[in-house]
């Protein structure tokens, strides 16, 4: 359980980390994160990480595929998590 909640924790602190990145990215004219990344980031457990970098750093908030893929990748996490602590 402890194993689970620290790795949960890291995901979303990098993810999170990840798209703050690359929002700098994106103001200063760089090599930028692939949205692919991105996604394979949240799909892996960091979809809150993601969510609340879209809030904060107010990017990729207009972009559809984000702003309701993201939730429901939120919805699939906690389900794998939901069922993998109930086995």
Avoid at 36 to 53: E, H, K, M, N
Wanted: overall charge positive.
């Amino acid at each position: 359980m402890v194993k689970l909640a620290t790795s949960f924790l890291i995901i979303n602190v990098v993810s999170f980390i990840v798209l703050g990145l690359d929002k700098n990215r994106a103001k200063t004219g760089n090599w930028r994160i692939s949205e692919r990344s991105l996604f394979v980031l949240a799909f892996i457990g960091g979809a809150i990480g993601i969510y609340l970098g879209m809030r904060i750093f107010r990017h990729k908030t207009k972009q559809l595929h984000f702003t309701h893929g993201i939730p429901l990748i939120i919805f699939f996490n906690l389900f794998v998590i939901y069922f993998y602590l109930s086995r």
